[in-house]
């Protein structure tokens, strides 16, 4: 009986945890997903197409899962459990260099890095990826399409310098035209540390200009001035270390570029700016992560300069988010989608095609690594 009965308080339990999430989603929904830098996706809305493909159904399990009580808390607590134990051990093990890990991350040197990530492991999703791409170019003949491919440490050994071919798999299946695909080159471990944190898989301030510079270059865009750089010293402990005591916190260095006024827009409505590098300058930034500094992953951004130009489509994932707005100085609107969440949060799928049309999009630019090329650009069959 007592088995019994505790059974159905545990079964009770469980049901009350999904009803309050479920009361929350419609009622009084998260608005962000801290701890993975982006919004919290909504209840979707209703419709019997979306019902009958089965996209209303994954969008409200999704919705679900982020609005359970504590939803961020858990996953940041599952993530520390999951690597408090693994990385001091392998940064021991590891102490004298080399590529010692445990699961998929590695300290070499000063550095916490990933193993290379052999071709044969994501060549069918990269010409997967670059036939999408080619096809919606060659469908847009009054549009420019662009690639911009950041190597990072899954594209090379960082003992060796040799690399794994990616890039070179997926430039070899686009068909855009010459100068239309470039890539933020990393040939060696002195590169990879110059041009990304140590306990991040993101770009660091040099890494970002750089690239910025290049993507500049490959859009035929004016520059902005060089900017100034502000630094908080050891003040940062990236993703890959999260929840690790032992691991020294880095400086975070941002690039203050003299941006032009501009309207900012999320789906929500319009936002003061993006990112918060003003309150990181004044010293009232109370959490130093990429997320907070350079902003949320949002589902679509737009910048609006008010100033005749073209118009603009970024496609990519966070890297983005540190380049996007002096980016989009050099345009009259400047679009930015994350295909991550853009169905949840606009309510509707990416649809290439229309998104050209309704936005008057004169420039299409892919900017990401392999995580993003090498998942074969997913939530984007439309169009």
């Known amino acids: 009986m007592n088995r019994k009965r505790f059974q159905i308080c545990t079964a009770a339990l469980c049901l009350l945890f999904l009803l309050a999430g479920l009361a929350r989603a419609l009622l009084s929904p998260e608005t962000e997903i801290a701890y993975e830098n982006r919004p919290a996706r909504r209840w979707p809305a209703f419709s019997a197409g979306a019902f009958l493909r089965g996209d209303y159904q994954a969008a409200a399990e999704d919705a679900l899962a982020d609005q359970l009580p504590e939803a961020s808390r858990m996953k940041k607590l599952y993530n520390i459990c999951d690597t408090s134990l693994a990385l001091p051990l392998i940064r021991f093990l590891g102490r004298d260099g080399g590529y010692v890990g445990f699961r998929d991350i590695c300290f070499l040197k000063d550095m916490l890095v990933v193993r290379p990530v052999p071709l044969s492991e994501k060549e069918a999703a990269l010409k997967e990826s670059a036939r999408r791409i080619s096809a919606w170019a060659e469908a847009s003949p009054g549009t420019d399409f662009y690639v911009y491919y950041i190597e990072t440490d899954r594209d090379l050994n960082l003992e060796t310098g040799e690399k794994t071919g990616l890039f070179d798999c997926l430039a070899a299946e686009l068909t855009l035209p010459a100068g239309h695909v470039e890539r933020l080159r990393i040939d060696s471990f002195d590169d990879y540390h110059r041009d990304f944190f140590k306990t991040d898989h993101h770009w660091n301030a040099a890494g970002s200009y750089r690239g910025y510079t290049e993507l500049c270059a490959l859009l035929n865009a004016e520059p902005l001035p060089q900017p100034e750089k502000y630094t908080v010293p050891a003040c940062y402990r990236g993703t890959r ?116 049309r309704e936005h008057d999009i004169d420039a299409v630019l892919f900017v990401g690594g392999i995580d993003y090329f090498g998942a074969t650009l997913p939530n984007m069959e439309g169009g």
């Not at 496609?315 to 989608?337: H, R």
């Open 241 to 356: 270390a999260a929840g690790v005591e032992g691991v020294p916190a880095e400086d975070f260095t941002v690039n203050l570029y003299d941006c032009p006024d501009m309207r900012v827009t999320i789906p929500a409505g319009p936002i003061p700016d993006y990112g918060m590098q003003a309150l990181l300058v004044n010293g009232e930034l109370e959490h130093v992560s990429y997320g907070s500094v350079f902003g949320v992953d949002c589902g679509e951004l737009v910048f609006d300069t008010g100033k005749p130009g073209k118009n603009l489509l970024v496609m990519g994932d966070s890297y983005d988010n540190a380049v996007v707005k002096p980016l989009a100085a050099g345009f009259e609107k400047t679009y930015c989608v994350d295909l991550r969440s853009y169905a949840g949060e606009l309510g509707r799928p990416f649809v290439m095609a229309e998104v050209l």
